[in-house]
């Protein structure tokens, strides 16, 4: 994977949550959106992980990443509470836009810092 196709992949994700505010607040349905992207970011997270962890004999989990798993794990399940129905709810929607915007200040952070170091190998 090279950085031009990882950088590319990322101005996507940002465009999709771009494009889910925008639809959103257009429909007024702006906090059930960012809980399905909030749940496909998180399910995507999982997926990965588990993927680069497949090979790996013996695990040892370091403090960052069990935060970030536990993040994502908190994110995906105030996700599902408001797509189930409880997006009207003051605490979820304040944590919905809470993950929404730590989602994407991360994704800007990766994107600055592809474009700032060049690398031969990503994985």
Same mark, same amino acid.
């Given at each position: 994977?090279?950085?031009?196709?990882?950088?590319?992949?990322?101005?996507?994700?940002?465009?999709?949550?771009?494009?889910?505010?925008?639809?959103?607040?257009?429909?007024?349905?702006?906090?059930?959106?960012?809980?399905?992207?909030?749940?496909?970011?998180?399910?995507?997270?999982?997926?990965?992980?588990?993927?680069?962890?497949?090979?790996?004999?013996?695990?040892?989990?370091?403090?960052?990443?069990?935060?970030?798993? %536990?993040?994502? &794990?908190? *994110?995906? /399940?105030?996700? $599902?509470?408001? =797509?189930?129905?409880?997006?009207? +709810?003051?605490?979820?929607?304040?944590?919905?836009?809470?993950?929404? %915007?730590?989602? &994407?200040? *991360?994704? /800007?952070?990766? $994107?600055?810092? =592809?474009?700032?170091?060049?690398? +031969?190998?990503?994985?």
């Amino acid at each position: 994977m090279s950085n031009t196709f990882l950088s590319l992949v990322i101005v996507g994700i940002l465009i999709g949550h771009l494009v889910a505010v925008v639809v959103g607040y257009k429909i007024l349905k702006a906090t059930v959106l960012m809980s399905y992207v909030n749940a496909v970011v998180a399910i995507s997270v999982f997926i990965f992980w588990i993927n680069k962890n497949l090979s790996i004999k013996q695990h040892h989990f370091d403090i960052r990443e069990a935060f970030a798993l %536990g993040f994502e &794990v908190c *994110i995906l /399940i105030v996700a $599902l509470y408001s =797509i189930v129905g409880y997006h009207h +709810n003051s605490y979820v929607q304040v944590l919905n836009y809470i993950g929404f %915007g730590l989602h &994407v200040l *991360i994704a /800007i952070g990766m $994107l600055l810092f =592809i474009a700032t170091f060049q690398m +031969n190998t990503l994985f």
